[in-house]
């Protein structure tokens, strides 16, 4: 005789059960609703994206009133802004999570600190943006440039890389600081010599977040320097001073697909006489948003997945 | 013997540590600059005579580039948050579903798994969401019978799939708060895991909890690119029409969307950009006051 056959389930366990079960099944099918719709969103955009997407769409510029050739300018605007918001925002967000990991005490200046860490954090892109507007285009007479952009973009990301510089940090032991500390080293020595070095891969993974966050971000540029299209001529080398406008992928894909309509002709190259498109330059033209689109998702995932591998790699390599 | 370290040495390294100390204040100076800033550029309209904030709360007039111009936002304030409150209505019983499955139902595996999506979706970019929500969505809207596609519901789906992953991660870690004890009592008591979940889990982390939905709810009202491209911006007041209480498929305006279509279009220092700027200051203290109190929903009034 088996135990079933034994202890018969009463109805209160039965019901129980059978609601556990449908509980587990319904809340499977809740998490799947979540990603699901994304993915095939996401899907949806690249399919859209087929006749554009190639190598050449990324490194050429626009021509024909920017319904033929590449997104170059746009990847170049982004590259600008992600290493000139970088410069800025690297240093002085690890330094304050340094700061606030290895030097506050517990006490109130740390507390608002945490705060306006938190706040900054939570204060709206296009806030940001006024605040760039406001305090880099306007009282600091940079006017609307790639410069004025990537300090605006500076500001909103500094939160990511404190946090997570902070995290890497809390991450050593206390007990290196104190083998430290009792060898009769100083705190800073103590942090470049032992505490950064265990740390510094975490806080890169913060770093790479941030490159990824500079990257999509909109609105902050969109008032502070970026343009919808800037004329580059074949042939031509194209780069940016840092007091220029600059086109940028997140703006061009905004632009492309608000702004812009597609031109219903074009002039002929040689006899300067308005033709009308061809059905694929049309399909073309019409693909542009989409291959914006797919770039600048590509982009930011790249990064998060490289700073995503590199914290899985960190966990099963650690050295404590 | 060199015992003492050159006088070099340590004149550099109090350098650097009054530079990490100054960068460690940083963020308490952004905080304060972002609001004087933006209030500094505000401010002339605001003590100008022929402007009232009772006016630019109530009014529902919005027409800033007439003569005389008028300045009434309410219904740009009704927009964002009838936007907002529609987006959180569909987006907390699935993150807060997601959060209890990936918490406490699935395998060790499968967690790690949906933790990684839900991390890439938080990263797919507000403009990239915005050109979902104007091409694809907005399409199967119509299809599906709306006049107009982009809309006040096209615009909340979107900010609901937006905001979903930070719900989803915060109520997470809320609920991995709870200590493993009260889950052993449960279990110990011979409850199954979704009376566990119920009784037990959801009480013990709804502070948590709380704090994930308003910070949801921080980050829906500050979103640009999203309801730019999706709602249509277009200045209607969802609330005064045939629909019974609400009119989900009207296209809305919102303080954030307002902002950064119009501010491309002002003249610098004129009454237009210093309206814009005032909403900036409104908008500002809306998600300061609900990160602040997400934050005390947290940690305690007083964290002892």
Redesign the interface.
């Known amino acids: 005789m088996n135990d079933s056959q034994r202890f018969t389930k009463t109805t209160f366990t039965q019901k129980?059960?059978s609601?556990?079960k449908w509980?587990?099944v319904?809340?499977?099918m809740?998490?799947l609703?979540?990603?699901l719709?994304?993915i095939l969103?996401?899907s949806?955009?690249v399919h859209?994206a087929l006749p554009v997407l190639s190598l050449n769409f990324i490194t050429d510029i626009p021509r024909d009133l920017m319904s033929a050739g590449g997104i170059w300018p746009a990847v170049l605007g982004t590259i600008y802004l992600v290493v000139l918001s970088l410069l800025v925002a690297a240093?002085?967000?690890v330094?304050?999570g340094?700061?606030?990991n290895e030097?506050?005490k517990d006490n109130w200046?740390t507390?608002?600190?945490n705060?306006?860490?938190?706040?900054?954090a939570?204060?709206?892109?296009?806030?940001?943006?006024?605040?760039g507007?406001?305090?880099f285009v306007?009282?600091a007479g940079l006017g609307e440039s790639v410069i004025a952009a990537s300090l605006t973009l500076a500001?909103m990301t500094?939160?990511v890389v404190?946090t997570s510089t902070r995290e890497a940090l809390s991450a050593v032991p206390m007990s290196f600081r104190e083998a430290s500390w009792n060898m009769g080293v100083?705190?800073?020595?103590t942090i470049r010599g032992v505490v950064l070095p265990n740390s510094i891969s975490g806080i890169l993974t913060g770093v790479i977040l941030e490159v990824?966050r500079a990257?999509?971000?909109?609105?902050p540029i969109?008032?502070t320097g970026a343009a919808a299209s800037i004329t580059f001529r074949q042939g031509e080398t194209v780069y940016y001073l840092l007091g220029e406008k600059f086109m940028a992928l997140?703006?061009h894909?905004?632009y492309t697909?608000?702004g812009w309509k597609v031109p219903d002709k074009l002039p002929n190259p040689e006899t300067g006489e308005m033709v009308p498109m061809t059905q694929a330059a049309l399909e073309y033209a019409q693909a542009i948003?989409?291959g914006t689109?797919v770039v600048?998702?590509g982009v930011?995932?790249l990064f998060?997945?490289v700073s995503?591998a590199f914290r899985y790699y960190l966990r099963t390599h650690r050295k404590w | 013997m060199q015992l003492q370290r050159s006088k070099w040495k340590a004149f550099s390294?109090g350098l650097?540590?009054w530079?990490?100390?100054v960068?460690?204040?940083?963020?308490?100076v952004?905080?304060f600059?972002?609001f004087i800033?933006?209030f500094?550029?505000g401010k002339g309209l605001l003590f100008s005579d022929d402007f009232s904030i009772s006016e630019l709360l109530t009014s529902e007039k919005w027409d800033p580039t007439h003569t005389p111009p008028s300045y009434g936002a309410a219904r740009i304030i009704l927009g964002t948050f009838s936007v907002a409150i529609v987006a959180m209505i569909i987006t907390v019983?699935?993150?807060l579903?997601?959060a209890?499955?990936?918490s406490e139902?699935?395998g060790p595996r499968l967690k790690e798994i949906?933790k990684?999506?839900?991390?890439?979706?938080a990263?797919?970019?507000?403009?990239?969401w915005?050109?979902?929500g104007?091409?694809?969505?907005s399409v199967y809207m119509k299809e599906l019978g709306a006049d107009a596609g982009v809309s006040l519901l096209n615009g909340a789906i979107i900010l609901a799939?937006m905001s979903?992953p930070i719900i989803?991660s915060i109520s997470e870690d809320a609920l991995n708060a709870v200590p493993d004890s009260y889950r052993e009592a449960a279990i110990g008591l011979g409850?199954?895991?979704?009376?566990m979940v119920y009784r037990v889990l959801l009480p013990g982390a709804k502070n948590g909890l709380l704090a994930a939905v308003l910070?949801g709810m921080?980050?829906v009202?500050?979103?640009?690119?999203a309801v730019l491209?999706a709602t249509g911006n277009a200045d209607n007041n969802p609330f005064s029409s045939d629909a019974p209480f609400l009119d989900l498929l009207v296209s809305v305006k919102t303080m954030?969307a307002t902002?950064?279509k119009e501010?491309?279009d002002t003249v610098?220092g004129g009454d237009h950009y210093q309206v814009?700027?005032l909403l900036?200051v409104l908008?500002?203290s809306i998600?300061?006051i609900?990160?602040?109190t997400a934050?005390l929903v947290i940690h305690g009034v007083k964290?002892k």
């Open positions: 129980k059960e609601r556990e509980v587990k319904l809340l499977f809740v998490t609703m979540m990603a719709p994304v969103l996401v949806f955009l859209k240093p002085v967000g330094m304050a340094i700061y606030l030097y506050a200046l507390r608002i600190i705060l306006a860490v938190i706040n900054l939570g204060v709206p892109s296009i806030v940001h943006a006024l605040f507007l406001g305090a306007m009282f500001v500094m939160p404190i100083s705190r800073w020595q990824s990257a999509g971000e909109t609105a969109m008032i997140s703006y894909l905004y697909s608000m948003p989409y689109a600048l998702l930011v995932l998060n997945s995503i | 390294e650097i540590e530079t990490i100390r960068s460690g204040i940083s963020a308490v952004f905080v600059a972002i800033f933006v500094w550029e019983p699935f993150s579903g997601g209890v499955f990936i139902f699935c949906l990684v999506v839900i991390e890439l979706l990263a797919i970019p507000s403009v990239v915005g050109f979902i104007l091409k694809i969505t799939l979903m989803v409850v199954t895991k979704w009376q910070l921080g980050r009202v500050g979103e640009t690119m491209m954030t902002i950064a501010m491309g610098n814009l700027f900036g908008l500002f998600t300061f609900v990160n602040l934050h964290r």
